[in-house]
């Protein structure tokens, strides 16, 4: 009988998390503002903004390409499927050190 029980909880735990699943940064595509228009996505985070924290820091990459993949890990831990207005800059800093990219964007789940 404890068997049985260990089974079947073992089973409704696969289906639990099966559907808490999140969306893969790979999957997440970058849309420019052209291609979508207001009503076909829901906001889900305005990416390195959403904070208080950023008026201090914001992370800075070696390249616009890390940068990118960033933000798309970040869009698919919130379960966005897409980012749009994603611009980066790089800024070689107060002193003249080697270029930094800070990249943003924002998070949208598409219907």
């Keep these: 009988m404890s068997q049985l029980i260990a089974s079947l909880a073992a089973v409704a735990l696969t289906a639990v998390l099966s559907a808490c699943a999140t ?12 291609q979508l228009k207001q009503g076909e996505y829901d906001t ?6 959403d904070t208080w924290r950023t008026a201090f820091w914001v992370p800075t990459y070696s390249s616009r ?16 499927n897409g980012l749009i207005n994603v611009d980066c ?23």
């Design 23 to 34: 969306t893969k940064s790979e999957d997440v595509k970058i849309y420019s503002p052209a």
């Design 44 to 49: 889900v985070g305005r990416i390195w903004v």
């Design 65 to 80: 390409d890390d940068g990118i993949a960033a933000l798309r890990d970040k869009a698919a831990s919130l379960d966005a």
């Design 89 to 111: 800059y790089g800024d070689s800093g107060l002193f003249g050190g080697s270029q930094a990219f800070t990249c943003y964007g924002k998070a949208i789940k598409v219907r």
